[in-house]
């Protein structure tokens, strides 16, 4: 009995402590994968790390290039370009932000167990040429090395090789380390608590260099895969923001007086994948020939699929059926190109019998549960629309937590990916998705290894293009030659919404980026 | 020989005792009519939602018939992929049936093979079989299920639906045995020093033999009527590995698939996608349930 006045005195004087302090409660879909920020080129992983880690250039809420570590930068010739690095940076440790971090940093995401190889495989040399400065020298002229760098984030040296995390979280070898629960950056959060699944606990880092346009003081960040139950977590006033928002419960959130949705188009494209490059695909009745190898099968597949129904019925509007692998926003894109072959499940059974398989065949279809938009929904639609054909679909759908692993090992026939350029480039995407996959990262998301000389070609031509027009003109031919082959299936862009109750204020970028640093809590 | 046993039946007590309750008249009307749809779902089913060819995915989210949307081709409206809930039903319910009886009789033949053997050695072997039933009734069996399905399915990575049925099926019987361990060990203890088996030792029957021959037809009586009463708790098993999205595969919903489909879009209004799939599996496990029980005081002779 006695003890009892003692906790509440104690409760009361906890939250006395931190009834000045605002919090943030966000529960999304899904939880970021690692705190590595190397470790998997996704946007959730780089978005909820981006709040910990730096890059040396970022972007603005209007999407323009932002000095963050870096002040300056500069192309001192057509392969070299200079960065100025900020001073009086340092990491959540106290250790001073220099110039070495950043050659260190560089290397690591260039290195074994990167998923950032795409971005640096256009990298020669990065070097120190001071103790605030360094110069990165590229193969090739590479005017777009900036956009590349914002998704790049840069750790300290010390910390890294204090505590064994040279090499970066592996997640297809399951390999883990230390900066799987623990982070260093430079950033405006620190990192408080980390439970992988469960909750992540970010707090305010009060040295933080800049100026934070927010008020949060700390954010909680919660996974909760169920749409219904994170939904209803929004309603009983349980977190603050959610995201995504289920489509079918967007008019509910919105007839509630103290929520509201934002809603707008994202750069993700959804499209599926083929393994083209075994000579006997590993999840199929067909064996000893790979029938994607042929493009007539390729192309029923694609003719196969009712896009418009798919988006009335399953993303209830709130898609942009696609031609392309990238959309509207990109640089690169081009309207006209943008027309899908026609629906038509009567010639798709033709192409299909042309290639011998009048029949159909069975295949395996890979699919995630909880990453994209309804991306079981949509496999499942697929799978009717090939049953029409003959075509046999054994869908697989999990949790990204093993889908992303298993089909980054390329353990996969035929796969369901989304793929947001992060550098707002088609580049990006020709590079990551469509080009032959080398050991250098080019073509490191090109999963089913589509091949072709001339796309390869032109794609190394983008990359070192300075003139605007002439770049487009490459652009526009690589897509035709990617249409053309069917490299891909493109499906659509998705529309980003996300809910929060009516006093709160985020900026949600079209790349699905949400700093904390720009969320008030009024 | 059939129609002297049904004559047998007939006039026996089970079936008088069965004219006399409503309830299991109902009961049996009920599991009759839900057997028959799930069964014979083919030639009754207005449609066939396992056939993916078939689904018009423009058709989704139709209300039931007699709601303003509705249509009288989808009697009690369409999932989100343009299934018919009705067939649904009848394909989900067989699938669900299917699993839960077959898990059943997996669990049945290894509990009562373990319970006899526990009951009629004894000794070590009675108290090794036993202190795992006791470990394996410390934990809740859904856990156990879903610990047996993962440890199946990382086994198997890219097993194919038929064997994703069976990893499904071992997993819920593995959790289900302990029940008729318990129960056949306990009736094999008092039969075991009967005169009855006593004489058969006397003269020389092998063990396996007697075990077979004279202990097993007299503890059936009380493993029949927990086998009834376990269909019903293993479809609900199913119901719950599917419902959290660790069962069948999504292209062949058993009636878990199907509420948890529903669970999504609750909150949006479309309320019949959730709530058909989960009164027939009211329906079924309670008629099942009211079976077992009724069996259980129909076979009690102190009860009768």
């Known amino acids: 009995m006695t003890l009892k006045p003692t906790v509440l005195a104690l409760a009361l004087a906890l939250s006395c402590g931190l009834a000045g302090a605002v919090t943030l ?100 040399e990065v070097r120190k040429v001071g103790t605030h400065a360094i110069e990165i020298e590229t193969l090739a002229p590479f005017p777009i090395l900036p956009d590349v760098l914002t998704n790049v984030f840069i750790m300290s040296k010390k910390w890294c090789e204090d505590n064994k995390a040279v090499i970066p979280v592996d997640r297809r070898k399951g390999i883990e380390n230390t900066a799987s629960f623990k982070a260093n950056g430079t950033g405006p959060f620190r990192l408080k608590e980390r439970q992988p699944s469960a909750r992540t606990v970010l707090i305010r880092n009060g040295t933080y260099w800049g100026k934070v346009d927010g008020n949060v003081d700390e954010v909680i960040f919660t996974p909760i895969g169920s749409s219904p139950t994170r939904v209803a977590a929004l309603l009983s006033g349980e977190v603050d923001v959610i995201e995504p928002v289920p489509l079918q419960d967007i008019e509910r959130i919105k007839s509630s007086p103290n929520l509201k949705v934002s809603q707008g188009p994202e750069l993700r494209t959804i499209f599926l994948g083929m393994d083209q490059k075994r000579d006997e695909l590993l999840f ?80 395996g279809l890979n699919c995630p549960n909880d990453r994209y938009v309804n991306d079981a929904d949509i496999c499942q639609a697929v799978a009717a629309n090939l049953a ?38 088609a580049h990006n995407a020709l590079t990551s998705l469509m080009a032959t996959p080398t050991d250098k990262g080019q073509g490191q998301f090109n999963l089913g290894a589509y091949s072709n000389p001339k796309l390869d070609e032109l794609t190394l031509k983008i990359q070192s293009e300075t003139d605007q027009g002439k770049r487009n003109a490459l652009i526009k031919e690589a897509f035709e030659i990617h249409a053309n082959d069917i490299g891909h299936i493109p499906l659509h862009q998705q529309a980003l919404a996300s809910a929060m109750k009516k006093n709160v204020e985020i900026t949600q970028l079209p790349d699905n980026f949400m700093p904390y640093k720009w969320a008030t809590v009024k | 020989m059939a129609v002297q046993a049904l004559r047998r039946f007939f006039d026996g ?19 009759f009519a839900c057997i028959f749809g799930a069964v014979f779902a083919e030639w009754v089913a207005p449609h066939n939602p396992m056939d993916l060819a078939t689904l018009e995915l423009a058709d989704a989210r139709l209300p039931p018939a007699w709601l303003a949307e509705g249509s009288t081709k989808y009697l009690l409206g369409t999932d989100d992929q343009g299934r018919d809930i009705l067939s649904a039903l009848m394909y989900g319910s067989r699938i669900s049936l299917f ?98 088996v006593q004489a058969a030792r006397v003269i020389g029957v092998p063990t396996l033999r007697i075990m077979r021959r004279h202990v ?41 698939t199907l509420i948890r489909v529903g669970n999504d879009l609750l909150f949006s209004g479309e309320w019949w996608i959730t709530v058909f799939p989960g009164t027939m599996l009211v329906l079924i496990a309670l008629s099942v349930n009211l079976l077992g029980d009724w069996l259980r005081d129909a076979l009690n002779p102190k009860l009768r």
């Not at chain 1, 992983?45 to 999407?63: A, H, I, M, S």
């Not at chain 1, 990109?330 to 009048?358: C, M, S, V």
């Open chain 2, 99 to 196: 699993v839960g009886v077959a898990s059943v009789l997996v669990s049945l033949v290894v509990g009562v093979s373990l319970g006899l053997l526990a009951g009629f050695v004894g000794g070590k072997t009675d108290a090794f079989i036993m202190r795992i039933c006791d470990v394996m009734l410390s934990f809740p069996s859904i856990l156990i299920a879903l610990l047996i399905y993962g440890i199946g399915r990382a086994l198997f990575p890219n097993a194919h639906e038929t064997l994703a049925f069976a990893v499904l099926i071992i997993a819920i019987s593995l959790t289900g045995w302990v029940q008729y361990a318990r129960t056949v060990r306990g009736s094999t203890l008092v039969e075991r020093n009967k005169d009855y």
């Open chain 2, 13 to 31: 007590d089970l079936w008088y005792s069965f004219r006399r309750s409503p309830t299991a008249m109902t009961a049996a009307l009920v599991a």
């Open chain 1, 388 to 425: 029409r054909i003959g075509v046999k679909v054994n869908l697989q759908t999990e949790t990204k937590n093993t889908y992303f692993p298993k089909i980054l090992r390329r353990d996969t026939s035929f796969y369901l990916l989304g793929w947001t350029p992060s550098t707002y480039d």
């Open chain 1, 284 to 363: 199929s009745n067909v064996k000893g020939k790979n029938p994607f190898k042929d493009k007539r099968v390729r192309q029923a597949f694609y003719q196969a699929i009712d896009i418009e129904t798919i988006k009335s019925r399953v993303m209830r509007g709130a898609s942009l059926p696609s031609a392309l692998m990238v959309g509207p926003g990109i640089r690169g894109f081009t309207p006209e190109q943008n027309k899908r072959l026609p629906y038509d499940a009567d010639a798709a059974r033709k192409l299909l019998a042309e290639a011998g398989y009048p029949g159909g065949f069975e295949v």
């Open chain 2, 216 to 256: 097993l037809p007299n503890v059936t009586g009380p493993v029949m009527v927990l086998a009834t009463i376990q269909v019903a708790s293993a479809i609900i098993i199913e119901a719950t590995l599917s419902f959290l999205g660790v069962g069948v595969p999504p292209t062949s919903p058993s009636l878990g």
């Open chain 1, 25 to 124: 409660r966000v529960a999304n879909q899904g939880d970021a994968q690692s705190m590595d920020p190397h470790s998997l080129n996704e946007t959730l992983q780089l978005t909820f790390t981006g709040n910990v880690y730096e890059p040396l250039v970022g972007r603005d809420k209007k999407l323009a290039l932002a000095p963050i570590l870096a002040t300056d930068w500069k192309q001192t010739s057509p392969t070299v370009w200079r960065f100025e690095l900020r001073k009086g940076v340092s990491f959540h440790d106290g250790t001073p932000f220099t110039a070495d971090d950043v050659v260190f940093s560089l290397k690591r995401a260039a290195g074994e167990g990167s998923d950032m190889q795409s971005y640096t495989s256009p990298f020669k």
